[in-house]
Structures are given as structure tokens and as C-alpha cells.
């Protein structure tokens, strides 16, 4: 199915991205492409199949509900572009 | 000094405990290397030159003590996918061109632990997406390598550009590098170095910046695959901070090299066999063929029928996961924050743009699409029910052989700035054809030199082994080492 240049500048927003009219453009015909090369898949029966979303068997390890870790309030804000009194500065939210 | 950077790894840490020399020499040594090739081949994105002469003291004095470790003063390059602690980690995206990380990751971890000196950070696509290193926001990195034919420059292949030239150029005894499509193999390959992926799980995706997780693995690039089995050693562990990191304990890999093939069943798989490979490809494999027969091995004809679909199968669960991977990456609590936007939605979308190059947007938007709503089922589930029948044909192969021989890549290295491929990303996506298969079904994978094509540039020949079986996988790679004599190096033009 073919792509219009409405539909990436919605993939874009989706994707927190803006992008120029004229990359859209362009873009457009690159995602085309792409997804007219990936119909191929259709070819390939899949009845009966079940999805195959990790390709090791293993069951999920749990631990113990308790803190292994903690108290690096210097750490994780380390590389914030803004930051006050250990705290994240992030633009006005609410009106 | 040269001579010291042309070293195996095996041979220097066999030199460094004998004593013939010290880290500090060693190091100083590639530290030179570096100083008068970086500049041509921008392999490395940054150098650690204090950390390393630390680093190499302190192994002198281990070493001195009798108390050297399995790496015990080994010079290594990092990848800048691996997170450092104190020292710069980009993914050479320019979205995080200033993030220093308060933590190490668990491979680069295990190095340490076991004594080994970082000489710096390798170049690499950005987020590891792309075959020949040009989407690095850091500049693309050039093969060490060039054509008979011509004087023009290379790509060393993608996304571990930097870890194979810098391999290549001996600008560092190994290097780490990871491996989501076929980038540690296809850049091995390219640059005439050995590059293994495990089986997935195997090594520790903690502090590695993630692409697609449920492909990602760490791998090393090497000169040789007894170097391969050493580092691979090394860098695998089971951690506890990685939820799919595997408990299986690990063999002793170097025990594998150089073991006999006799008696084990190579498969050779038809799909494998391309229209429009270069006949160069098709006779190397043939001659693959013919140096495991006359090591005793046995040849069987195999079909892994889903083949053909695995890059289209890659193309949509790889995207999927990075959009969702890299929405971590929105300008509010690490990395690039735009100067131009007051609201919050306007921060996003302008940090991101900003932040992010080309290659990455595509796939981000790709991966968008296939997920969004009345695209799910026909796109990313389908995708993950064929990846199960590309996984499921090796079970079936399984079956009739033990490992399975491939060329590594559809060519040699092609020329940087490729407008062809640049134009058609469906052409640059084609380079991991014969790669990609095993990230998908989690298995390992080898890259060894085993050539030259007609223009005097390296080819390699692949070996796929079962889940958890990589000693087979190296016994198999060094038969081929052996018996192809690969000692070609690039001529030093830098």
C-alpha cells in the first residue's frame, strides 16, 4: 500500500519527530520502498504459527522484592541537560 | 614499536608474561599507532590515553607480583556502544554527544576484571544501524584496506567500522564490538579480521546502548580465532542484571581451536546461493567446502527454505524495537535538549530531531508504522511469525548437520559515499543477507578471513553453529584459518 506524504508527517508526529515538507517527501518514497520490499512476507504461510517474540526458552528470573540498589540521586541526574536540587528541570507541562 | 602492534592477542599476553616486555611498552606502542593513523582511518572517536598508561602501570605491577589476570595488560578498543564509566559513551549518535555514564557495562566490566588496558572508543554507525559506518555522527571510518584498482577510500563495513579497522590497522590487539544484523561479521570480513556472535544471551546486553534488544549481542573482532576464543571468554558472562542473559555455564572456548573436524557434518544450505553474488564469492565458498573435506569433515546438503525472507522479517521487528528503544531519548533527563522550543511536545519533537541523523529517523519512523494501530498484526506480527520459521528451519537442519557454512558477505567492501547504495536504502540493507538469519534465530555466528578477491580485498566465509555450541563453531573457523593461510595485511599508507 502506498504511502502519502499525510501519513509519514503522522508516522512523524507519532514518533515525537518533525521533519521538513521536502524530507517528507522524500521520506515517503524510502518508506514505500521499504514496506513494498517487506510484502514479500506475504508470502509465507504463517497459519498456526505463533508469534516468536524472544529466541531463547527460558522462564523470566525473579528476585527477592527488595532494594538492590539505590541512593545515586548525583548519578542519575549526572547527565541532565537541566537540573536543580537533584530534581529533573523540564519545560512547563501544565497551562 | 611496530612490531609490537602486529602482535596477536594471544601472543602478547604470552610475551607480557615471559616478560620480553611490559604493558606500558605495549601500550605506548599502540598509543603511537594511533597518534599516526587515527587521523586517516578515524577508527577511533576517542582516545583514554591517561586512563590507559594507568591502566598499564597497574598491570606491570600485577605482573611483576605474579598475579596477571586472563587479559593481564592487553591494549583493547571499545566500541562506543559500551557504556564506560566516567568516560564519554555516544553511540555516536549526536543525540548523546556529551552523556558520560555513571556505570560500566557488564562486558567491558569483565575485561577489566580480568586486566585489560582501553585505549579508546571505536567509531560506529549510529546506534549500530547501517553497513559501512557512515551514519556515525562522528564522521564514517575508512578500511585500512584499498583496491588494486584504485586509491579510493573503502568502508570497513558496518556498524562495528571502527572495532574492524582499528583490528585491521593494528591500532589495538582486539576490540569489542556488537552485533544486531551482521555487524560484527560483515566489517570482519571486510577488513580481513575474525569476528564471532555468540548465541544470544550469552553475553551481557547491560550498558550496551540498546538497538533492537532481542537481536543485540556483544562479539569480539580479532586477528585470529584463537584470539576470538580468548576474548569471547572473557567478555560472556551470566548477569543478573540483564533478564535474558543465560545461565549455562561456559565452556573453555580455546580448547575448541584447533581441534579436529573429522567425523562432523557441515551443512550447506541452497538458499545461500544468490542470484548476482559475484562468482568470486560462490568459488571462495566452494573452496570452504573443499579445505573441511580434506579435514575429514563430511559435506551435506541443507535447506533452510525461509531464507529469503529473513532480511524483510529484520527490516520490521528491528525498527520496532529501536522506536521503542530509543523513545528513552526525549531530551529530559540525559542527552540533547533543543535551545529552540518552549512546550513540552514542541522539546520533544525538536531534541529529537536535532539530536537524531538520517538513517536513525528512518528506522524510528519505520518501526512507528509497523506498530501503530491497523498495522500491528499485518506488519510486527507476522514479521515475529516468520522470524519463528526462519528459526525453526535451523532446528530442522539440526537435524541432518552439526554447523553450517556460508560466505559472509554478498561482497567486498564497496567504496564509501556509495551514491547507489545511498540512493536505495533496501540496497545498503542487502550487505547482512547472508548474516542476518542468526540474529534472528539467536545462534552463533562466525566471520573468517579465508581470501583476496581479484582487486587484492579481503573476503570471509561464515560459520553458523547450534544455540550454546560456539566450540564447534571455533573448531570449525580454525580449520578454515589453517587451511586458507590468511597472513594478508594492508599496506601502511596512512
Known amino acids: ?95 | 614499536m611496530s612490531e609490537l602492534t602486529r602482535l596477536t592477542l594471544k601472543g602478547a599476553l604470552d610475551g607480557l608474561k615471559a616478560k620480553q616486555y611490559s604493558s606500558t611498552e605495549l601500550t605506548e606502542a599502540f598509543i603511537g599507532a594511533i597518534e599516526k593513523a587515527n587521523p586517516a582511518l578515524n577508527a577511533y572517536v576517542l582516545t583514554t590515553f591517561d586512563k590507559a598508561r594507568e591502566m598499564a602501570g597497574e598491570s606491570d605491577r600485577r605482573l611483576k607480583a605474579g598475579e596477571g589476570r586472563a587479559l593481564e595488560g592487553a591494549p583493547l578498543g571499545i566500541k562506543d556502544l559500551f557504556c564506560t564509566r566516567g568516560v564519554r559513551t555516544t553511540a555516536c549518535s549526536g543525540i548523546l554527544d556529551t552523556f558520560v555514564p555513571p556505570y560500566e557495562s557488564t562486558v567491558t566490566q569483565n575485561l577489566w576484571d580480568d586486566g585489560a588496558v582501553m585505549l579508546g572508543k571505536l567509531n560506529m554507525d549510529e546506534f549500530a544501524m547501517g553497513s559501512s559506518n557512515e551514519t556515525s555522527h562522528w564522521g564514517p571510518v575508512t578500511n585500512p584496506w584499498k583496491s588494486n584498482a584504485s586509491n579510493a577510500p573503502l568502508t570497513p563495513g558496518g556498524s562495528s567500522g571502527g572495532s574492524a579497522s582499528a583490528v585491521a590497522a593494528d591500532l589495538c590487539l582486539a576490540a569489542t564490538a556488537s552485533d544486531t544484523g551482521g555487524s560484527i561479521r560483515q566489517p570482519a570480513a571486510f577488513t580481513g579480521t575474525v569476528g564471532i556472535k555468540p548465541t544470544y544471551g550469552r553475553a551481557s546486553r547491560y550498558g550496551m546502548v540498546a538497538f533492537a534488544s532481542s537481536l543485540d549481542q556483544a562479539g569480539p573482532i580479532t586477528k585470529t580465532v584463537e584470539d576470538a576464543a580468548i576474548m569471547l571468554q572473557s567478555m560472556c558472562s551470566h548477569d543478573a542484571k540483564d533478564s535474558t542473559s543465560l545461565t549455562q555455564p561456559l565452556p573453555d572456548f580455546s580448547s575448541f581451536v584447533g581441534k579436529s573436524v573429522k567425523g562432523l557434518r557441515i551443512g550447506i544450505p541452497d538458499e545461500y546461493r544468490l542470484d548476482g553474488i559475484p562468482a568470486e564469492i560462490d568459488a571462495l565458498w566452494e573452496q570452504g567446502i573443499q579445505w573441511l573435506k580434506d579435514a575429514g569433515a563430511e559435506i551435506v546438503r541443507i535447506s533452510l527454505p525461509n531464507t529469503k525472507y529473513a532480511l524483510p522479517c529484520y527490516y520490521i521487528v528491528a525498527p520496532a524495537e529501536a522506536s521503542s528503544n530509543l523513545a528513552r531519548y526525549d531530551g529530559m533527563r540525559f542527552g540533547h535538549r533543543t535551545e529552540a522550543a518552549t512546550g513540552l511536545t514542541d522539546t520533544y519533537e525538536l531534541s529529537r530531531s536535532e539530536g537524531f541523523g538520517a538513517e536513525v529517523k528512518r528506522r524510528i519512523m519505520i518501526g512507528t508504522y509497523v506498530l501503530s494501530a491497523g498495522f500491528y498484526d499485518a506488519y510486527y506480527v507476522k514479521a515475529l511469525k516468520v522470524r519463528r520459521r526462519i528459526a525453526e528451519d535451523f532446528v530442522n537442519a539440526w537435524n541432518s548437520c552439526d554447523v553450517i557454512l556460508t560466505p559472509a558477505t554478498p561482497s567486498a567492501a564497496f567504496q564509501l559515499g556509495d551514491t547507489e547504495k545511498a540512493a536505495d536504502p533496501v540496497q545498503m540493507y542487502l550487505n547482512d543477507v547472508f548474516t542476518v538469519t542468526t540474529n534472528l534465530a539467536g545462534l552463533p555466528g562466525m566471520s573468517v578471513p579465508a581470501g583476496l578477491d581479484s582487486k587484492g580485498l579481503p573476503l570471509g566465509l561464515q560459520v553458523i553453529g547450534k544455540a550454546l555450541d560456539e566450540g564447534t563453531t571455533l573448531a570449525v573457523g580454525s580449520v578454515l584459518e589453517k587451511a586458507a593461510g590468511f597472513t594478508h595485511k594492508p599496506a601502511q599508507w596512512w
Open chain 1, 1 to 95: 500500500m502506498a504511502i502519502d506524504v499525510a501519513t509519514v508527517r503522522k508516522v512523524a508526529s507519532l514518533s515525537r519527530l518533525r521533519e521538513s515538507d521536502e524530507r517528507l517527501e522524500s521520506l515517503a518514497g524510502q518508506l514505500n520502498g521499504i514496506l513494498g520490499w517487506i510484502e514479500q512476507l506475504n508470502e509465507v504461510d504463517v497459519s498456526d504459527v505463533q508469534p516468536m517474540t524472544s529466541c531463547v526458552e527460558m522462564t523470566q528470573p525473579l528476585r527477592e522484592d527488595v532494594v538492590s540498589d539505590g541512593d545515586k540521586v548525583a548519578d542519575v541526574v549526572s547527565n541532565a541537560p537541566k537540573t536543580i536540587d537533584g530534581f529533573f528541570i523540564v519545560p512547563k507541562v501544565v497551562e
